[in-house]
């Protein structure tokens, strides 16, 4: 299954709360809460396609990940081919609760840079398929417009 | 912990898989995990000082005597129990290891009895439990309006039957501690050792070093950190024992066992959920009254809540 990143948040931490109000914090301790802390992060994923049998599809996977898989990060080769076309866009522009420019404008700069050289040939159109994909949606496309021209 | 490095401190847990038939009962008491764990902890210390050197502090929370001698349930463990933490103890001071336990909210109020006892006639002592001179006063409050800011009490040598067997440099003393502020004192009992009381630069290092350790969790909750970092990583919730139970229960199945059925009893505390109850209108509760038998709960025909 292939997903966005699209919000990382750390629950209230009691400990630390406590620890900040204390004169100082050494640098055990910081190293204790950093290093060997279960910190509780969580992450939300927006699923945008899968791979099965050599073939990736830009459709929602056919099942919700199993308790305990793994999540890791795309290499660059896996971002290229998943990006190859544009029909996992829809997703993220319908994406709720999902701050779709930021979102999108994100994934467009890491997925052009896996790309090396052609990456900017690539951008292009991608870019030119978001105004397409949001013609009739104007208030999304400036919004969207306007955090792809933070990374160009 | 290696107070002053910088380094990160180490985590160490060790997970034992004890199976029922080697108990002789069919039930695994929190008494007898109890015993268990204190002895462990004992010696997983006692282990873990071997890669250190220098001054060190072997602290654990709780009284520094086992518990268990007054538990009728444990009586059959217990002296094996005892032996294994005496030894311990015992390879702690050959090692001038720094033990100690730390009672945070200390209950027993010893020095009030003691006070008692000596304020007592002689010719009177044999009621000095029914007429107390000090009845309502504790430990606790007394030394929250002695201590100021970070001070120790005197020592104090334990005298109890259950403690006798803790002899000659095991021989178990305490004192009180304000990790506090004079303002808003926070009394705990720490529970030494004699060869810790009998060395004023190990007392010392330990009173400075729960002092240091307690104000590490800031101006409210001054408890010892790491303390509260090895409950923090030991403690198994609720919700991670139904996960393992889940597992279990999961794999016993798939192996083509059969699992226990839960009691009846049970079955009807794990009910999720509560109906809306209606209030009666007016009149009894009845299955003849006019409104009729609903559930357990007479409602008005007309009018519900």
């Known amino acids: 299954m292939y997903g966005l990143i699209h919000d990382i948040h750390i629950d209230d931490d009691g400990l630390v709360r406590q620890l900040v109000t204390a004169d100082g914090v050494s640098e055990e301790v910081m190293k204790d809460n950093r290093e060997r802390r279960i910190v509780p992060v969580e992450m939300s994923v927006l699923a945008v396609g899968y791979e099965q049998d050599g073939k990736v599809h830009h459709l929602l996977p056919p099942r919700p990940p199993l308790s305990l898989d793994v999540i890791y990060l795309c290499e660059d080769k896996d971002m290229v081919r998943f990006t190859e076309k544009f029909g996992y866009f829809r997703h993220i522009l319908n994406g709720k609760d999902v701050p779709v420019g930021e979102v999108l404008a994100a994934h467009i700069l890491q997925a052009g840079k896996a790309r090396g050289a052609d990456g900017t040939r690539w951008i292009e159109s991608a870019t030119q398929e978001v105004i397409t994909l949001l013609r009739d949606d104007y208030p999304t496309l400036m919004s969207v417009l306007g955090a792809l021209a933070d990374i160009s | ?305």
């Open chain 2, 1 to 305: 912990m290696q107070i002053g490095s910088g380094n990160t401190p180490e985590v160490e847990t060790d997970t034992e898989l004890r199976v029922l038939d080697e108990f002789d009962d069919t039930y695994f008491s929190d008494s007898q995990v109890a015993l268990q764990r204190d002895v462990a902890e004992r010696k997983k210390l006692l282990e873990m000082s071997e890669r250190y050197s220098g001054t060190i502090i072997a602290l654990t929370e709780g009284q520094l005597e086992l518990w268990g001698s007054v538990d009728n349930e444990n009586a059959k463990d217990f002296e094996k129990s005892l032996h294994d933490y005496l030894h311990a103890l015992e390879e702690m001071h050959k090692k001038k290891i720094i033990a100690g336990g730390y009672v945070d909210k200390p209950g027993a109020n010893w020095v009030v009895k003691l006070l008692e006892i000596a304020g007592t006639p002689q010719d009177e002592l044999k009621n000095v439990r029914k007429n107390r001179l000090l009845a309502g006063v504790t430990d606790y409050w007394m030394f929250s309006q002695i201590l100021d800011e970070h001070e120790r009490s005197a020592v104090f040598a334990l005298q109890a039957k259950s403690a006798e067997k803790y002899k000659d440099v095991l021989a178990i003393h305490f004192f009180y501690i304000n990790v506090g502020n004079k303002k808003y004192p926070k009394i705990a009992r720490v529970d030494v050792p004699l060869w810790v009381v009998e060395n004023p630069g190990m007392l010392n290092a330990l009173h400075s070093v729960l002092v240091e350790q307690s104000k590490i969790m800031g101006n409210s909750q001054q408890f010892p950190y790491l303390l509260h970092r090895a409950h923090e990583i030991a403690i198994v919730t609720h919700r991670e024992k139904e996960e393992i139970d889940r597992l279990l229960s999961r794999d016993i199945l798939s192996r083509g066992s059969q699992l226990g059925e839960k009691s009846p009893k049970q079955s009807a505390k794990d009910l999720q959920g509560r109906t809306q109850l209606s209030v009666p209108s007016f009149g009894a509760l009845g299955p003849r009254a006019a409104g009729g038998w609903v559930s357990g709960v007479w409602t008005h025909p007309r009018y519900s809540h």
